[in-house]
């Protein structure tokens, strides 16, 4: 148990303090951290909304989400953490709201603001913290993704940031960089010898990175359409997951080493062109199908989707990256949502051995280490052993390393990684925070894809809900003797 004298006192400011993420996501973080005895009860935690609510109110409506969340609520602790609890009235364009919050904050201690709003709140948000002299030494500010739609706008949204915080006080969040299975790739990459001779171009054929969702966009629909899947997962999500598996080894765990060693990674990917585009990535959209048996309707019958929308549910592509390491190895990223399972895993596909001497191998036989990251967080080693008998016919099998089951007893964290990050804010860990070069980089190369479905007007190929996507996707592989993992069960 960590003794509270310990622990740093802040106060954590929550623009967009009575939305979605704040009360089903970041309040359940905070929560389970409290009840881990991992935040000094010193602290504030203080919700910031244009509602007229009273901290009765307030406490309810933070209640009724935990409920549906289905959060262990344990009374006695429940009562402690209201304690640290608070709601102040803010419209982000009155400068009397930010006196107010002013004269509610202790600034001789950590202070940090963190952006759940539109992006384009941000500008002034960050104008009137610096106007009230709230971007001190000792603040913070946490911004959510999606940091723009292109590079010009994620450039645009860092610079006037900028203007008011510095560079190790801005933490670009992704919450998948706080799960426990992402983090857990970094140990078994650079905590074992036993893959580190064999992770490269000599020994890989090819690496899948999947993360697949089987909701569709329920009620995010205004905020989904404006963005799609490129921008809300692969542009961060699924390139930060490549630079983790493609890295080199840092040279420590220190935030600006392990950040330089996924930039090399973004920077050595292969240029897109219009060409690439428009035969290496896959553009879906989701129609009417079913999930587990149940009916659900396709993305254009969503609410507030408009008529006739090419907005992407599905990205599917073929990157390279070119190195030493790397150089021919493809990468096949996927995401999409309304898709058979819900689903983050990595799959690495070994060569084939270079002689058969046992009858039946075939190439679906080749190693493979899958790395699940959800919804079960699980390490697979394929292999060939020989099956009994009197024959030497070989069969696949396999080593499952199921983390949950070894590490049942320990404390769990939040399963969006949303504790784990809160926590590295209060103490100043950059190390899971996207640098501003990184997501620049990332930009970059994700630009030439959406310049080309505007010029070309590509619209989306359709796919049925409950399936793993356009069947365009399976060509994508094939045309390099490769096939998706589940193709392969």
């Not at 933070?62 to 602790?77: A, H, P």
């Not at 990459?189 to 000599?202: D, H, I």
Request: charged share 20%.
């Amino acid at each position: 148990m960590n003794n509270h004298n310990q622990l740093p006192q802040f106060d954590l400011v929550l623009f967009g303090g009575t939305g979605d993420l704040v009360t089903r996501k970041l309040i359940p973080a905070l929560f389970n951290a409290f009840q881990n005895n991992n935040i000094n009860p010193q602290s504030k935690i203080i919700g910031l909304g244009r509602k007229p609510l009273d901290i009765k109110q307030y406490h309810q409506l933070i209640y009724d989400k935990l409920i549906q969340c289905k959060i262990d609520i344990l009374d006695e602790n429940w009562q402690q953490f209201l304690k640290l609890i608070h709601y102040i009235q803010l419209d982000a364009n009155n400068e009397d709201d930010y006196q107010n919050l002013s004269s509610f904050l202790n600034t001789n201690i950590i202070n940090i603001y963190y952006l759940s709003t539109a992006p384009s709140l941000f500008q002034v948000i960050c104008e009137k913290l610096a106007k009230f002299n709230l971007n001190h030494e000792q603040s913070r500010i946490v911004l959510e993704k999606p940091l723009g739609h292109n590079l010009e706008s994620s450039e645009h949204i860092n610079e006037y940031v900028a203007q008011s915080f510095k560079e190790t006080q801005i933490y670009r969040i992704d919450h998948y960089l706080g799960k426990e299975s992402v983090q857990n790739l970094m140990a078994i990459r650079f905590g074992n010898t036993l893959f580190e001779a064999l992770w490269r171009r000599q020994w890989i054929s090819s690496i899948q990175i999947t993360i697949a969702e089987d909701l569709g966009v329920e009620s995010r629909g205004e905020f989904y359409d404006k963005t799609g899947a490129l921008c809300d997962m692969l542009q961060n999500h699924l390139l930060q997951l490549l630079c983790i598996v493609a890295m080199e080894p840092p040279s420590s765990l220190d935030a600006d080493t392990i950040r330089d060693e996924k930039l090399k990674v973004l920077k050595s990917l292969k240029p897109l062109t219009e060409e690439n585009v428009i035969h290496d990535v896959i553009r879906g959209q989701y129609k009417s199908g079913a999930i587990n048996g149940i009916p659900v309707p396709g993305y254009l019958e969503e609410d507030n989707i408009p008529e006739g929308s090419h907005t992407e549910t599905f990205v599917a592509l073929k990157a390279e990256i070119q190195n030493w390491r790397w150089a021919n190895v493809p990468f096949y990223l996927r995401t999409g949502k309304r898709m058979q399972e819900k689903l983050a895993e990595i799959v690495i596909q070994f060569k084939d051995i270079p002689c058969k001497i046992f009858p039946g191998i075939t190439n679906n036989f080749a190693n493979r280490l899958i790395i699940r990251l959800q919804p079960d967080e699980t390490v697979q080693l394929y292999f060939l052993a020989k099956q009994p008998g009197d024959t030497n016919q070989l069969q696949p099998v396999f080593l499952d390393l199921d983390f949950n089951e070894i590490f049942k007893s320990k404390d769990k964290q939040n399963g969006e990684g949303y504790e784990r990050l809160l926590l590295d804010v209060i103490r100043g860990q950059l190390t899971l925070f996207v640098r501003r070069d990184e997501q620049k980089a990332a930009w970059h190369w994700v630009d030439p894809i959406i310049n080309t479905w505007n010029k070309l007007n590509i619209a989306p190929k359709l796919y049925t809900a409950g399936t793993w996507g356009p069947s365009s996707t399976s060509s994508l592989l094939a045309r390099d003797n490769a096939c998706w993992h589940e193709e392969l069960l």
